[in-house]
């Protein structure tokens, strides 16, 4: 290792933990994201959480939103509720999701949240999507038409077995 190798994997990670050059603290919205799923981990801790109380936070989530992002999570809250009415309303992460036994089993990301160019309707472990040894978890969502809504409810209605 050269002299001026040497130095530089001596050099003391700074105050935040990262290596020498590199950003380590998190965006505004990463932050932000963050807070919001404390304040809903406290919220849940709490006695008497009912499926009222979830439908409420969604909504209200889905109001904050942008008008092209808001009308995107407004038809993906209904075919939720259409297609796959077991699962529980909650937000994660300040986002709209939808769980099953505590767990959250899809979300609705809408673009604004990270600067995204696009929304995205995500799938987590809990969903029944497995399709031999690799399949799709997030589908990017840019318009809600027909066939759009149409995929949508299958993805549901198979998430839940």
């Given at each position: 290792?050269?002299?001026?190798?040497?130095?530089?994997?001596?050099?003391?990670?700074?105050?935040?933990?990262?290596?020498?050059?590199?950003?380590?603290?998190?965006?505004?919205?990463?932050?932000?994201a963050m807070k919001a799923y404390a304040q809903e981990q406290k919220a849940?801790?709490?006695?008497?959480?009912?499926?009222?109380?979830?439908?409420?936070?969604?909504?209200?989530?889905?109001?904050?939103?942008?008008?092209?992002?808001?009308?995107?999570?407004?038809?993906?809250?209904?075919?939720?509720?259409?297609?796959?009415?077991?699962?529980?309303p909650k937000t994660w992460y300040g986002m709209p999701a939808y769980a099953?036994?505590?767990?959250?089993?899809?979300?609705?990301?809408?673009?604004?949240?990270?600067?995204?160019?696009y929304a995205t309707l995500g799938f987590n472990d809990k969903a029944k999507?497995?399709?031999?040894?690799?399949?799709?978890?997030?589908?990017?969502?840019?318009?809600?038409?027909?066939?759009?809504?149409?995929?949508?409810?299958?993805?549901?209605?198979?998430?839940?077995?």
């Open positions: 290792m050269s002299p001026a190798a040497k130095k530089v994997a001596q050099k003391a990670p700074s105050k935040t933990g990262a290596a020498p050059g590199k950003k380590a603290a998190f965006s505004v919205e990463e932050k932000a849940q801790a709490r006695a008497d959480r009912s499926r009222e109380d979830g439908e409420r936070e969604v909504l209200a989530a889905i109001a904050k939103m942008a008008e092209a992002d808001r009308a995107l999570a407004s038809r993906v809250h209904a075919l939720v509720k259409a297609h796959a009415s077991t699962l529980v099953l036994d505590d767990k959250v089993v899809c979300f609705f990301k809408d673009a604004q949240k990270f600067k995204d160019r999507l497995d399709d031999g040894a690799m399949w799709p978890t997030t589908f990017a969502l840019k318009a809600m038409n027909a066939e759009v809504e149409k995929r949508i409810a299958t993805l549901l209605k198979k998430a839940l077995g």
